[in-house]
Every structure is written in structure tokens, then in C-alpha cells.
């Protein structure tokens, strides 16, 4: 039906209404053809992106099958694909090599802009150090039971809560408190080389990321003013809620 465009049953008594006439058909016509064309490349991209969706969970499911993986690590598995892929299977590697380092860049900083600005110890800093320190921010999944940090282990890391829910126990198992997106701890261990005092475990599943004390302390080496406000909101911290016994080492410069 799309082709049905003619001159109608009106005979053309001069040159020009013709020319025009069939001129105004052939636009049609070429109209029609891209809009077809379109129409079934978008209907391609998503037949395809549904095949490769099936394929990716019928190859992960043929995996564990060999595997002999029992059923409550397979449904941590697809707990996990869910969680990650939100239903829209893609290939991080393609992205990877389809986008610069500067995007790649551009687009940790961008998700996680507002989350570092919420963290006191970071709320004098200026913007451009905020930015160096989103750059080091490394990202990682959790699924529900996965501990994050474990009572009497050395702390090496601040976390950044992105999405999900943990809770916070002490290291007799007594629930603290629930922390949701947009939340961090761990902050202290950027400070001080401390042994943790409590355990934080994902209740649901988490997109998190992390800062490593080593890079952090890299960023300050150039901000020694800074880095003193560091130690002391940190210190106070510990202070707090009584946690300066479990500092390994006081020597503490970047």
C-alpha cells in the first residue's frame, strides 16, 4: 500500500504539470523506501539484541551445567546478570574499545559527581581535586551475603554506595544500622591504617565503588594542608565512637 502513489485519473494538458506531477511521485516513493528501510533496521538492532541476550543466558546456563555449580551459586549467577545487565544484555569490551579514554573518563565522573560531594571529610575540597579523586574510583557488583568489610581485617579502602542496600554489624553479628544509595563508609581508612571494628554486608544486590588508600594518598602528596584536615576529621571520627585502639600505624604521611 505504501506504493500506491499515481497521477490520479486527471490528464496533464502542459509539460510542466507532468514534470512536477512525477516529480512529487518519485519524492513519495523515496519517502516510503527510508521510512521502510528505517522501520527495519530498528526492528533488526532489537530481534538481534534479544537473540544475543538469550544466547549470553543459554551459554551461561550450558557453563554451569558442565560445572555441576550447585543451584544456590547458579541463582547468585543470575541474580548477578540481572543486576548488571538490567535485562539489556551488551559487551563492556565493545564499549571499551568504541569510546576514548577521555569518555570512558567522563563517564565514571559523571556517576559519581554527586555521591562525593555528600562525604564530609571531602567538603573542603576544591573542584578539580574532587574530580582526580572520582577518577581513582574503581567499580564493583555485590550480591546479597557478600561481606565488604570484615571485622579485624586491616582497612585499605573507602566504598561508595551507587545502588543497593548493606547493613552494618558489629563483629558479634548485632545489626547497626541500613545504609542505601548515595551512602559511603570506610572513610577512615583513607586516614589511617586501622583494623575494621564492624562488618558491612550487601543485603541486596550493590553497585559499589571504591577508593583505595594508596591512590588517595598519591592524590594528597600535593595538598599537605588538606590532607592535615584529612587525618584530624578522621581522627575525630575514631575519637567518636572509640575506635582509636584499632589504629595499626600512626605513621600516616602520604
Given at each position: 500500500m505504501l506504493m500506491l502513489v499515481s497521477n490520479g485519473h486527471h490528464n496533464k494538458e502542459y509539460l510542466a504539470e507532468l514534470i512536477l506531477s512525477n516529480t512529487f511521485i518519485l519524492l513519495g516513493f523515496v519517502l516510503h523506501l527510508a521510512i521502510l528501510v528505517e522501520t527495519t533496521q530498528i526492528w533488526s538492532k532489537y530481534f538481534n539484541?534479544?537473540?544475543?541476550?538469550?544466547?549470553v543466558y543459554d551459554?551461561?546456563?550450558?557453563y554451569m551445567r558442565?560445572?555441576?555449580?550447585?543451584?544456590?551459586?547458579?541463582?547468585?549467577?543470575?541474580?548477578y546478570l540481572e543486576f548488571k545487565y538490567q535485562g539489556h544484555f551488551y559487551k563492556e569490551s565493545v564499549i571499551k574499545k568504541a569510546t576514548s579514554n577521555f569518555l570512558r573518563r567522563e563517564i565514571l565522573l559523571a556517576a559519581t559527581k554527586k555521591n562525593i560531594r555528600n562525604i564530609d571529610m571531602f567538603g573542603k575540597f576544591p573542584a578539580n581535586l574532587l574530580k582526580r579523586i572520582r577518577s581513582h574510583l574503581v567499580s564493583e557488583i555485590f550480591l546479597?551475603?557478600?561481606?565488604?568489610?570484615?571485622?579485624?581485617?586491616?582497612?585499605?579502602?573507602?566504598?561508595?554506595?551507587?545502588?543497593?542496600?548493606?547493613?552494618?554489624?558489629?563483629?558479634?553479628?548485632?545489626?547497626?544500622?541500613?545504609?542505601?544509595?548515595?551512602?559511603?563508609?570506610g572513610e577512615v581508612a583513607l586516614a589511617f591504617n586501622l583494623f575494621r571494628n564492624g562488618n558491612v554486608t550487601a543485603v541486596t544486590p550493590c553497585e559499589i565503588y571504591k577508593l583505595d588508600r594508596h591512590s588517595f594518598w598519591t592524590i594528597m602528596a600535593k595538598h599537605p594542608d588538606l590532607w592535615k584536615m584529612v587525618q584530624n576529621k578522621a581522627a575525630d571520627q575514631l575519637v567518636r565512637a572509640g575506635d582509636a585502639a584499632n589504629i595499626v600505624d600512626t605513621k600516616q604521611d602520604p
Open positions: 539484541a534479544g537473540n544475543q541476550q538469550i544466547t551459554s551461561v546456563n550450558a558442565y560445572k555441576a555449580l550447585p543451584m544456590t551459586l547458579r541463582k547468585r549467577i543470575y541474580l546479597p551475603g557478600d561481606i565488604i568489610i570484615r571485622a579485624g581485617n586491616a582497612g585499605q579502602c573507602m566504598f561508595i554506595l551507587l545502588a543497593g542496600t548493606v547493613v552494618v554489624t558489629t563483629s558479634e553479628d548485632r545489626a547497626v544500622c541500613y545504609l542505601r544509595d548515595g551512602s559511603h563508609f
